[in-house]
């Protein structure tokens, strides 16, 4: 997510990281040149000096084409709503998420606090093997509230629409710079660029299963130390892509086989998909096996209830261990199952696609009318300046219009417009870490 100033008029028109303005102007510029093509011949009777005067794009009456342009608008601003209100949901939901899970976690922590405040004295047996499970107790809810967040985030990064995006970069048109070739890949891959949630659920081709790579930080760890490695995350972040993207540049200047630059760049365009996770701890043999089906050829992506699970049992022990009353902490249970409620939510913009058919119509449509556009402005202006103007204006904003809504529908892909769910993750885990320090005041 770019943050900006919406005041700095002049930086915000030039700013080029994020936006889908400036990649439409070839288009644009080439409309307008057949615009004007379009226009001079007609002012010259090419047409007719050519023999050619019955295929001359004379158009009586505009009633035709000002239906279709309204058709298109029309379902050009729908579709904008939609993927604004996907967006928007989307933040509301992982704000959400985040907001009931730290809620949940210090609470939790206040409960230990207080049981630990109380024990403070106790040097028995019993009241030293108290302490000991407390703390370990303490450090479990961290870890695994750490864990929790960072297989939500790799859960919403690398969902249906992520996955399909990946395989079409592998496998469809976008594979190639070459037009030919991708048509063959995108003729030869047809079932797995368009396949079915129920197929989807069960095929992997591109690592989504698999566990994420993490980051571990401890929780003794000195807070310049945690911030040194999250500003070198920042890396993958998009806060920081023009300065990546500097970076590359950087690199293939000073490695010679180029093998260095190559990575980077992969880095550089895959900073959420890729991207490693902070949690607190390290994960055991056992978590890992647990985590990967122990074992199996099954991955699950849904590892997140696995993580809901193991809180569960950690605040099963705390209310046995602490005395503490059933209607007390069953607020943190359900602060907890709202936050994962708010994760459930999230999934549905990570999973569900825009409807294939009004996509495909839209694709039709906007692709009609442009192509008509330059000899329906030429025909009506005779301008050899408006015309092609007004084809240019025309074209620039319906395609930068369609690409907005294109960049909003999933906000969770990789791009420079995404949610920052990466940044949400590494504030909560340092959120974590602070209340993990606090201590029964008094």
Same mark, same amino acid.
Not at 106 to 112: A, D, K, Q
Not at 125 to 137: N, R, T
Not at 154 to 176: C, P, V
């Given at each position: ?43 010259? $009777?090419? *047409? ?8 001359? &794009?004379? /158009? ?24 604004? $209100?996907? *967006? ?5 939901? #992982? ?11 210090? #609470? ?25 499970? !407390?703390?370990? !107790? ?33 496998? @469809? ?28 659920? +069960?095929?992997?081709?591109? @690592?989504?299963?698999?566990? &994420?790579?993490?980051? %571990? ?17 920042? +890396? ?35 900073? %959420?998909?890729?991207?490693? !996770?902070?949690?607190? @701890? ?9 985590? $990967? ?33 059933? &209607?007390?902490?069953?607020?943190? *249970? ?22 294939? !058919? ?17 000899? *329906?402005?030429?025909?009506? #202006?005779?301008? #050899? ?25 999933? &906000? ?22 602070? /209340? ?7």
């Amino acid at each position: 997510m770019i943050v900006y100033d919406n005041r700095e008029v002049s930086g915000t028109i030039l700013h080029l990281t994020g936006s889908v303005f400036y990649g439409r102007l070839p288009l644009a510029f080439i409309m307008a040149l057949i615009s004007l093509l379009f226009v001079v011949a007609n002012s010259h $009777n090419y *047409y007719e000096q050519a023999g050619l005067g019955e295929m001359a &794009p004379l /158009l009586e009456h505009p009633f035709a084409a000002a239906l279709l342009s309204g058709t298109v608008s029309f379902a050009l601003v729908w579709r904008i709503s939609l993927a604004w $209100n996907r *967006y928007w949901d989307a933040c509301n939901q #992982t704000s959400f998420m985040y907001s009931k899970w730290a809620d949940s976690y210090g #609470t939790l922590i206040s409960f230990i606090n207080t049981a630990q405040g109380g024990l403070q004295d106790d040097n028995t047996a019993s009241g030293v093997s108290k302490k000991e499970q !407390l703390h370990e !107790l303490r450090v479990s809810l961290a870890h695994n509230f750490s864990l929790l967040s960072a297989l939500s985030v790799h859960r919403l990064t690398h969902g249906d629409l992520a996955r399909m995006k990946r395989r079409s970069q592998k496998m @469809g048109m976008r594979s190639s710079w070459f037009p030919c070739i991708g048509v063959v890949r995108l003729c030869r891959n047809r079932k797995q660029l368009f396949t079915s949630r129920t197929e989807l659920r +069960f095929q992997d081709f591109t @690592g989504a299963f698999e566990l &994420p790579s993490f980051n %571990t930080i401890s929780l003794d760890e000195k807070d310049s130390s945690v911030q040194s490695k999250m500003i070198r995350h920042s +890396f993958h972040s998009m806060e920081s892509l023009s300065s990546s993207t500097s970076m590359v540049l950087a690199t293939q200047s000073n490695e010679r086989d180029g093998r260095a630059g190559a990575e980077v760049r992969k880095r550089v365009s895959n900073v %959420t998909w890729s991207s490693d !996770l902070f949690i607190i @701890g390290d994960l055991t043999e056992d978590e890992i096996s647990e985590l $990967n089906g122990h074992g199996t050829s099954v991955r699950n992506p849904d590892r997140p209830n696995i993580l809901f699970e193991w809180i569960s049992e950690d605040m099963n022990a705390l209310v046995t261990l602490c005395g503490i009353p059933p &209607p007390i902490v069953s607020r943190c *249970y359900q602060e907890l199952s709202n936050g994962m409620l708010g994760f459930n939510q999230s999934l549905k913009m990570a999973d569900i696609p825009f409807p294939f !058919l009004f996509t495909q119509l839209m694709e039709i449509i906007i692709r009609t009318f442009t192509a008509i556009l330059p000899a *329906y402005v030429a025909r009506f #202006t005779l301008g #050899t300046v408006l015309s092609p103007l007004l084809t240019f204006g025309i074209v620039l904003s319906l395609w930068t219009l369609k690409e907005i809504s294109t960049e909003l529908e999933n &906000p969770f892909s990789d791009g420079a417009n995404q949610l920052p769910i990466i940044d949400m993750h590494d504030r909560f885990v340092e959120k974590i870490r602070m /209340l993990f320090n606090l201590r029964q005041i008094g």
